[in-house]
C-alpha cells in the first residue's frame, strides 16, 4: 500500500439507543481483521454468514453471532466487550453500522460494505423493529448508558414508518444518507471492497468468490458447495440462531423472523409511483448520480 494513501480519520462520536462509538478508539486492531460494515438490515447478517463460511470451510455448526459481535452496539459495554474480542484466536470479522467518520480506520484491516435499495431497507427494518420483544426494548432503553430519547414500538402503519424514515433520515434508528455516502467516498481504498445484495441475490456464488479473493482466502474447493448451501437464504433461515444475536431472543417468534423473506421491491406494492419518484430523487441529491444508481440495483 501507498505510503501516500490518504487513510480515513475519525471526526466523531456518535451515540443513541444503539451506538456507542467510542469501543473503536480502544480496541486493538490485528494485520488481519476484517470489518462488515452496512447500514442496519443491508445483508449484514449474510455477509457475516459469507465470511464465516470462508474463514471455517463450510462448518455448519459455528456460532456466526457469537464470533462475530456488532462492534459499537452499546449492549454490553465495551469493558466486557472488548476483552472478549482481544480473547478470539481465529481471524476476527467485526461489524458495525457507523459511518467511516465514526470509526477507528486501520490501514491494514479489511473492509466489507455491504449495501441495499433505502425502500428494502426499511421494509426489512419495519419487520425487524414490530416483532421485537420487550426484552429487546429493556435492553436499549433501560440499560445505564443511553445517550437521547428512547426507541419507541413502531406505528401500525408502515406507510407512516416510511414516511417517518424519509422525512427524518433514518428515525427512528440513525441517519441514512450519509452512512452509504461515507462508505461510496472511499470505495478506491486497496482495503475496502463494496458489495451490493441485489449482487448477492443474483449471483451469489460469484460474489462469495471475489470476497474471498479480496480477503485473501483460499477457497477449500472440496468444501465449495457446503460453503454456497450455508450461505443461502433458505439455509440461514432454517439455521437462524446460529446467526442470530442471542439465538434471536429479542423476538417473540424466534430467530427465524430477524431473517425475514431476504426478497427486494416488496416496497413496491404500497409506495405510489410519486412515492417512489421522491425516493429516487432524494436518493441522487443526497448521493451524486453514480452512487445513486449503484444503491438502487448495485453492479
Not at 6 to 24: G, Q
Not at 31 to 49: E, H, L, N, P
Not at 130 to 149: E, I, K
Not at 192 to 216: N, P, T, W, Y
Amino acid at each position: 500500500m501507498s505510503d501516500s494513501t490518504k487513510w480515513p480519520v475519525k471526526t466523531r462520536e456518535l451515540h443513541n439507543h444503539h451506538f456507542d462509538s467510542t469501543i473503536w478508539n480502544d480496541l486493538v486492531f490485528r494485520d488481519d481483521d476484517v470489518v462488515i460494515a452496512t447500514y442496519a438490515k443491508s445483508g449484514t447478517t449474510w455477509m457475516q454468514q459469507i465470511v464465516a463460511q470462508l474463514l471455517f470451510h463450510g462448518d455448519p455448526d459455528i456460532a456466526v453471532a457469537e464470533m462475530s459481535p456488532w462492534v459499537d452496539l452499546r449492549v454490553p459495554p465495551k469493558e466486557v466487550k472488548l476483552p472478549l474480542l482481544e480473547a478470539q484466536t481465529h481471524r476476527r470479522f467485526m461489524k458495525t453500522h457507523l459511518p467511516v467518520d465514526a470509526i477507528q480506520f486501520s490501514p491494514n484491516a479489511k473492509y466489507l460494505y455491504i449495501a441495499r435499495d433505502g425502500r428494502d431497507v426499511v421494509w426489512s427494518m419495519y419487520n425487524h423493529h414490530a416483532n421485537a420483544n420487550q426484552t429487546w426494548y429493556d435492553a436499549l432503553n433501560n440499560t445505564p448508558g443511553r445517550v437521547g430519547p428512547p426507541i419507541e414500538p413502531p406505528p401500525s402503519d408502515i406507510r407512516q414508518y416510511w414516511r417517518e424514515w424519509l422525512d427524518r433520515d433514518g428515525y427512528p434508528f440513525w441517519p441514512f444518507w450519509e452512512n452509504v455516502r461515507s462508505w461510496w467516498a472511499v470505495r478506491d481504498l486497496p482495503n475496502v471492497k463494496l458489495v451490493h445484495f441485489s449482487d448477492l441475490k443474483q449471483d451469489m456464488a460469484r460474489e462469495i468468490r471475489g470476497i474471498a479473493a479480496f480477503l485473501d482466502i483460499a477457497i477449500d474447493e472440496s468444501q465449495w458447495d457446503a460453503i454456497v448451501k450455508h450461505c443461502s437464504f433458505e439455509w440461514m433461515k432454517k439455521n437462524a440462531t446460529k446467526s442470530v444475536p442471542l439465538g434471536g431472543a429479542f423476538w417473540d417468534a424466534g430467530a427465524d423472523v430477524f431473517i425475514n423473506k431476504g426478497v427486494n421491491g416488496r416496497w413496491s406494492d404500497t409506495l405510489s409511483p410519486e412515492e417512489s419518484a421522491e425516493y429516487e430523487q432524494r436518493s441522487r441529491a443526497e448521493l451524486g448520480d453514480a452512487c445513486a444508481r449503484w444503491l438502487a440495483a448495485g453492479a
